[in-house]
């Protein structure tokens, strides 16, 4: 009976044998359960998406976008100049003007209630093509990435008619054209954010993919076309820096919507400065996830490895610096290792694939980068012992132990599969290191002490807060950041009032 | 196409000897032999009550005859089911029983399926006009009263995932509590559909209703019980779980005390004529003995129905939400 | 325990559990977890050798009111080989019967390997006097059973009488002598995911060899979550002492997929060691031929009909 009294048998005592350890080893495997690509069709080749039609640039520029898993050649893509920035936002203000602003917001919805159900029924193309072009698992894709992105448009769709609700009496009134550019780590989804409510709201669009991954972009551009969206209310500009930049600094747009990092945000800013145009950004972020003595420490673990490791850390909400209540460091260091043991790395089609390709070599160079910065720096680091497979950008699951707040890993965003690990001892510790950042997106705190929540995510400056929980996202949520994460919102009712003049 | 104003009547018809036929005559209809021998004979629908997601004959086995003339497949006269008082309380019950399983659904989830309602709906849209048609409404009048239905159900389908951020409030408390008041459902509401428009009148009641949550008993329109019928068909084929809408057919008068009785029913809804003053003051007496949050109305102008602002909205959903206020320390 | 110091009536016992506080359990990620877990896909190789695998996992079971000898030597014969036409199919790892039943299993098993498990301890309530509990743990023993499947005394251990559950399962042990003890939570009454882990805790803290989540009288019976629970108690003390306790999902547990399941939330959470009937156990007995026809389905491409299959 000794044993038991002697305190929370999930805890093990100080000086616990290594030997204990845990075999993760080869008893039984799981075969390759690969999803099959073959009737899926990429086209060799993608025009530009411009007042309903498929235009070729008139640079004609093409690039290529290549599937990072296998460096291979997937498709070559349009890369629009400056003429033809001006040609789609020339289409947005003719749809905007001539169909999409005149439309009774109730007929509006049911055009993006079809976009949302066409999305349901090719979601599995849509998944297969997210992960060949981006290298995010297909399991992401299929669970995640495309079923949030229907429910961005079925929810968007239902306010398109309600706008008069949303603003507690004021009457809403659209912006004109939308000048909207997105990142590479969710290039679906992050299309259905910036692209439903914009149209819920009476704005017509013009969205410039990232260059890495354009390919579900210009599918979603073929939904519109196949759900008969008035010509020019959606328009589709792929490109690099360059097209983005004439999109931001074209006169003819009303509002530009970014999601990226905040070096290039802070650009933005300064070009949209001194115009009429509205302005909303999402930028990077470095939150911490804090796990308390009390926790559900087995159920942190997992928070801690979604946190972290959810579409190879790419995504800027990711919970990359995790700050463990002293008395629980080891306990969770182990849990963790043991975790990680069980992550399987490799070709993204397969269903089992836990963790999938960086998404391009530049991004993988940053995160070797950084990664030696903070071996360097002294910091202890732990990476999962797997395979890597000889061709295409991979990134073992890694953590870091014994980094100080100083450290590059501690303050940078890496944007990969790397968790920078730091203690604290009392909740105003963890409180004070949680806030030492510039950045304040997101931030998870664990602990079976619900007034403790309430306290830390009063006291976090961070626009998402997760309790017992991280990486949830749903379309009546509003999301957006703090500080130099970025201001506005995205998806709830506060998210419609980017897209809105409210009188 | 003869147009015939839709006749009700209960129970069997006394034809034993009909007007103009004598007995131990030949009956004097007469139809060429070789018309009858080559004619497809047509399969009659057999029109049931909606209740736990299946069609069925009231308990009582009484019935009323619908008639109505019209291009599609029915008979000119059809016999639809005179709901009882059991009926009502097996339809409760059954509703009771799908109210908690509803309301534990995403609002999301119920978007969905609202939205797969309109899908059905729309794709339903002849059979329903030719119903209303039936019932008295030129084809036009009867087409624009489905699209106005289907248009509804769109709406409703978009607003079930917004009632929440729209009802609900942070309170700013004096202290160390954070505090918020959520919506929550009332449970089964009994629902008296207007006599007309019979498909938009009972669409714009019970969809409300159900976007919040609640489950739905309803007595159909009196005057053109078989619309409501062809609708529950699209309910039963919508993803909607059984139970959580029912639908009787029958006399509002006998079946809407129960409803306004039954202490299972949280909230009763009623549209009536405007000489039912006596029948609804006697419903919102009766549901005094349950607390029952009775809404009783005299039924709108029609255009209002139409209207966007005044069929549909804010007004039609908060009525069965019941706020619930929530206090949590906020501490270390 | 707040629950038990203060309650008036609680016997003294309880008092000795002051500091007994298992970890929290979070409802919401542990079911997200097992979903996850779930979708894990198992394919060709890895589906035959799991399947297999599973059928040498099976405790293949019958606790019926109409039990008979007939019926147990029946199914004694499909433990030993399950299916005729394929010899090289592993048998089940026990026959799980009422104590009435151990000596004709025994005898029909003879020398196959295949262990003999009785219940007792007044299955499937426990609501009888200890002696009474401990006396059919003898009885079962003595008549040869290898492993015993006793139930907690649920009632005690909702109402915060841990020292109740844990001395009656700390005199089953004793009773046990060299039998194996399977201490059965019944994980469908205790109401919540904290409630079973303290019951796991206890279990494995008094001496259990196993633990096992159901009787198979109750709903719900096993779960994928209430075993991932089970498996981190496990765990738990394995990091803290080194020692393999071993694991009994029952009831609920009727198709192929659910097996596979179950083996990836063992596989992934305990690693190798408990991927072995040793420390691994399914009670179980319609899965056995839904395990058989997958197996013919992927042998031989077909989809088989149930009826193929002999029901014991």
């Known amino acids: ?503 | 196409m003869e147009k015939k104003r839709t006749q009700v009547e209960d129970g069997a018809p006394a034809s034993a000897a009909a007007p103009g036929v004598k007995t131990g005559e030949l009956a004097v209809r007469d139809v060429p032999a070789a018309e009858v021998a080559s004619a497809r004979v047509r399969v009659n629908k057999a029109y049931k009550m909606y209740v736990g997601g299946a069609f069925v004959r009231s308990e009582s086995g009484r019935y009323t005859q619908v008639h109505g003339a019209g291009a599609g497949a029915d008979p000119e006269t059809v016999n639809v089911p005179r709901g009882s008082r059991k009926d009502v309380r097996d339809a409760v019950l059954v509703a009771k029983n799908a109210a908690d399983k509803w309301a534990a659904r995403s609002a999301y989830n119920r978007g969905q399926i609202l939205y797969r309602l309109a899908e059905v709906t729309e794709s339903r849209t002849p059979e329903l006009v030719e119903s209303l048609v039936r019932a008295g409404a030129s084809p036009a009048d009867a087409a624009r009263e489905v699209a106005a239905a289907v248009d509804r159900t769109v709406f409703y389908a978009g607003f079930c995932d917004k009632i929440s951020s729209l009802f609900s409030s942070h309170n700013p408390v004096s202290g160390p509590h954070f505090g918020f008041t959520i919506p929550n459902p009332m449970g089964v509401v009994g629902v008296v559909a207007p006599d007309a428009p019979s498909l938009l009148g009972l669409v714009s009641t019970i969809l409300p209703i159900i976007a919040t949550s609640n489950v739905v008993v309803a007595t159909a329109s009196e005057a053109d019980p078989r619309t409501a019928i062809v609708w529950s068909e699209c309910l039963a084929t919508s993803d909607l779980p059984g139970g959580v809408v029912n639908i009787l057919t029958g006399q509002v008068a006998e079946l809407a005390p129960q409803l306004a009785k039954h202490r299972e029913v949280m909230a009763f809804d009623g549209t009536f004529g405007s000489k039912a003053t006596e029948l609804r003051a006697e419903l919102e007496r009766l549901g005094a003995d349950s607390v029952k949050r009775v809404k009783t109305r005299s039924n709108l102008p029609l255009g209002e129905w139409f209207d966007d602002r005044k069929g549909q909205g804010i007004a039609w959903v908060e009525r069965y939400i019941e706020s619930k206020t929530v206090w949590h320390p906020v501490g270390v | 325990m707040t629950t038990a110091l203060f309650k008036r009536s609680a016997p003294t016992r309880a008092s000795r559990f002051p500091l007994f506080n298992p970890p929290p359990v979070d409802q919401v990620a542990i079911e997200e977890r097992v979903a996850n877990l779930a979708k894990r896909s198992i394919k060709k190789a890895s589906k035959v050798a799991g399947l297999k695998l599973s059928i040498s996992m099976m405790d293949l079971t019958t606790l019926e009111g109409k039990d008979t000898e007939g019926k147990v030597r029946q199914l004694c014969r499909k433990a030993v080989r399950p299916l005729d036409s394929d010899s090289e199919l592993p048998s089940c790892a026990a026959i799980c019967v009422y104590p009435n039943f151990v000596r004709i299993a025994k005898d029909a098993l003879g020398a196959s390997g295949v262990k003999v498990a009785s219940v007792a301890t007044a299955f499937p309530s426990g609501q009888s006097p200890l002696e009474i509990k401990l006396e059919d743990v003898r009885r079962a023993v003595e008549f040869g059973a290898d492993e015993i499947d006793m139930v907690i005394d649920r009632g005690a251990m909702l109402s915060g009488d841990y020292g109740k559950v844990f001395d009656e399962i700390a005199a089953t042990k004793e009773a046990c002598g060299p039998a194996h003890l399977k201490v059965i939570l019944e994980t469908g009454e205790l109401g919540s995911y904290d409630v079973v882990r303290k019951a796991s805790d206890l279990a494995i803290a008094a001496g259990g060899d196993f633990i096992k989540t159901s009787t198979g009288k109750v709903q719900p019976a096993a779960t994928l979550g209430v075993t991932l629970v089970m498996l981190e108690a496990i765990r738990d003390h394995f990091y803290a002492t080194g020692t393999r306790i071993g694991m009994k999902p029952a009831g609920g547990v009727r198709t192929a997929k659910q097996a596979l399941q179950y083996l990836v939330v063992v596989k992934e959470t305990l690693g190798d060691p408990w991927l072995s009937p040793d420390l691994f156990r399914f009670g179980a007995s319609a899965l056995l031929n839904d395990v058989l026809m997958q197996l013919e389905k992927e042998r031989t491409g077909l989809y088989q009909a149930s009826e193929d299959f002999s029901k014991d």
């Open chain 1, 1 to 503: 009976m000794s044993d038991i009294t002697k305190g929370a048998p999930g805890v093990p005592q100080a000086g616990t044998p290594a030997s204990f350890a845990l075999d993760f080893g080869k008893a039984w495997e799981y075969a390759p359960a690969p999803e099959s690509p073959d009737h899926v069709k990429i086209a060799p080749k993608y025009e530009l998406f411009i007042g309903g039609k498929w235009t070729a640039p008139q640079s004609r520029k093409y690039f290529d976008t290549v599937n990072p898993a296998t460096e291979q050649k997937l498709a070559e893509v349009a890369e629009a100049s400056a003429a033809d920035v001006d040609a789609a936002v020339a289409a947005a203000r003719n749809a905007f003007e001539k169909y999409w602003a005149k439309m009774p917001g109730k007929e509006r919805a049911k055009y993006i209630f079809r976009i949302a159900r066409a999305i349901q029924e090719k979601a599995r193309e849509l998944a297969i093509v997210e992960t060949m072009d981006g290298g995010k698992p297909i399991k992401e894709s299929r669970d995640f990435d495309i079923p949030t992105a229907a429910a961005h448009f079925f929810y968007h769709a239902g306010w398109a008619d309600k706008l008069d609700y949303a603003f507690h009496g004021r009457k809403a009134r659209p912006l004109g054209v939308a000048g909207q550019i997105i990142p590479w780590n969710f290039p679906f989804l992050m299309a259905a954010w910036k692209i439903a409510p914009a149209l819920a709201c009476g704005n017509t669009v013009v969205l410039k993919p990232a260059e890495t991954t354009p390919l579900t972009a210009l599918l979603l551009a073929q939904i519109i076309e196949e759900c008969e969206l008035p010509p020019g209310v959606v328009n589709i500009v792929t490109g690099a820096g360059a097209t983005g930049a004439a999109l931001v600094d074209h006169a003819g747009v009303d509002k530009i919507a970014f999601t990226g990092s905040t070096a290039v945000g802070k650009r933005i800013q300064r070009a949209v400065a001194g115009t009429k145009k509205r302005l909303t950004l999402e930028l990077g972020g470095k939150a911490a996830n804090i796990v308390f003595a009390d926790a559900p420490i087995d159920q942190a673990i997992e928070g801690i490895v979604s946190g972290i490791f959810f579409n190879q850390g790419h995504v800027c909400c990711a919970g990359s610096r995790l700050l463990l209540e002293e008395s629980v460091h080891d306990v969770v260091i182990r849990k963790l290792k043991d975790r990680m043991a069980t992550m399987r790395l490799g070709d993204p089609l397969d269903k089992n694939t836990d963790i999938g390709a960086i998404n391009s070599k530049p991004q993988l160079e940053r995160i070797k980068e950084l990664v030696a910065s903070g071996e360097l720096e002294g910091a202890e680091r732990h990476s999962l012992a797997c395979a890597i497979p000889e061709k295409g950008y991979w990134f073992p699951p890694t953590f870091f132990t014994n980094a100080g707040q100083a450290f590059r890993i501690a303050r940078e965003e890496i944007f990969g599969p790397v968790l920078t690990i730091m203690t604290f001892r009392t909740p105003d510790e963890a409180i004070e290191k949680a806030n030492n950042t510039m950045y304040g997106l997101s931030a998870g705190v664990w602990t079976d002490k619900g007034s403790k929540i309430f306290h830390m995510a009063t006291q976090l400056k961070a626009g998402v807060v997760w309790g017992d929980t991280f990486n949830k996202f749903d379309p009546s949520s509003p999301f957006g950041g703090f500080k130099e994460s970025g201001f506005g919102r995205e998806g709830g009712r506060q998210g419609l009032g980017a897209y809105v003049e409210v009188e």
